[in-house]
C-alpha cells in the first residue's frame, strides 16, 4: 500500500506569497493530522481531520493558515501570504482506523525568504 | 507546562549499552503512547505503542507505561549505531472526541561506537 503522498517536497517562495501544500492519506484512514516541525518548536500541531471533517484547528497560528480536507483522499495547507517565519518542514500524517498509530508523509520544505 | 516533555539530550550511550529515554505528560485521560524515530532529514516512523501500565517488549524495545505517575519510557537494549535518531514521544485520547495526537519535543541519542 503506499504510504502518505506530500508535495511539493521543496518550495522556495518569496514573502507575501501564497503557498498551497498537498497530501494524499492513506487508504481507509479515518484521520489525518497537519504538523509542522521546527528546531526552536518541535513539532507542533496546527489541524487535524476526522472523516473529512476538521475537528480541532486551535493550532493554526494564524488566519493567514488554512487547511481543507474535500475528500477522503486530498488535503491542503494553504498559507496566504507567507511570512519568513513560515519557513519549516510541514509533515502530514494519516491515522491507521481504530488505533492511534500516525504514518507520515515525506514531509515539505518550505523556505519563505 | 508542556503537554509531553522530553530531555532534548543529546543522550551519548556506547555501542552496546541500554539507551534509556523518558517521556512525562500532563493529561490523565491520555489512553494510548507512541514512540516514534526520527532521522535526521526524514520523516517520524512509529517503533512502539503502548496502551496499559506495565512493559511492552518488541525485539530490542521495550517501552514501559506509569499512568499513575503519568511517565512513559523507551528503553532499547544492545544499542547501536543505527539507532542514533531523535526518538518522539506520542500521546492521545485515542477513544474521544478530541483524539489530538501530541507530540514530546524529542530526544536527540547518539550511538558511540
Known amino acids: 500500500d503506499a504510504g502518505v503522498i506530500q508535495s511539493p517536497r521543496h518550495e522556495v517562495t518569496e514573502m507575501g506569497q501564497e503557498v498551497t501544500l498537498r497530501c494524499k492519506p492513506i487508504?481507509?484512514?479515518?484521520?489525518l493530522f497537519w504538523y509542522r516541525q521546527t528546531m526552536m518548536r518541535g513539532l507542533e500541531l496546527l489541524i487535524y481531520f476526522n472523516n473529512n471533517v476538521p475537528i480541532d484547528d486551535s493550532g493554526m497560528p494564524e488566519d493567514r493558515f488554512s487547511a481543507k480536507m474535500p475528500n477522503a483522499s486530498f488535503s491542503t495547507l494553504k498559507i496566504q501570504p507567507s511570512e519568513p517565519r513560515d519557513s519549516a518542514v510541514y509533515f502530514c500524517?494519516?491515522?491507521?482506523?481504530?488505533?492511534?498509530?500516525?504514518?507520515f508523509g515525506e514531509g515539505s520544505r518550505l523556505t519563505v525568504l | 507546562q508542556k503537554e509531553v516533555e522530553q530531555n532534548s539530550g543529546p543522550l551519548s550511550v556506547p555501542e552496546g549499552a541500554i539507551a534509556s529515554l523518558n517521556c512525562t505528560y500532563s493529561?490523565?485521560?491520555?489512553?494510548?503512547f507512541f514512540w516514534y524515530r526520527q532521522y535526521s532529514g526524514k520523516s517520524p516512523e512509529l517503533i512502539m505503542s503502548?496502551?496499559?501500565?506495565g512493559d511492552k517488549e518488541d525485539g530490542r524495545f521495550t517501552a514501559q507505561l506509569n499512568k499513575a505517575s503519568q511517565y512513559v519510557s523507551l528503553l532499547i537494549r544492545d544499542s547501536q549505531p543505527s539507532d542514533s535518531a531523535t526518538y518522539l514521544c506520542?500521546?492521545?485520547?485515542?477513544?474521544?472526541?478530541?483524539?489530538?495526537?501530541?507530540f514530546g519535543s524529542g530526544t536527540r541519542l547518539s550511538i558511540r561506537p
Open positions: 500524517a494519516s491515522r491507521r482506523r481504530g488505533t492511534g498509530e500516525l504514518f
Open positions: 493529561d490523565r485521560g491520555s489512553q494510548s
Open positions: 487508504s481507509g484512514h479515518d484521520y
Open positions: 503502548i496502551y496499559s501500565n
Open positions: 506520542a500521546v492521545t485520547r485515542l477513544y474521544s472526541s478530541a483524539s489530538k495526537i501530541i
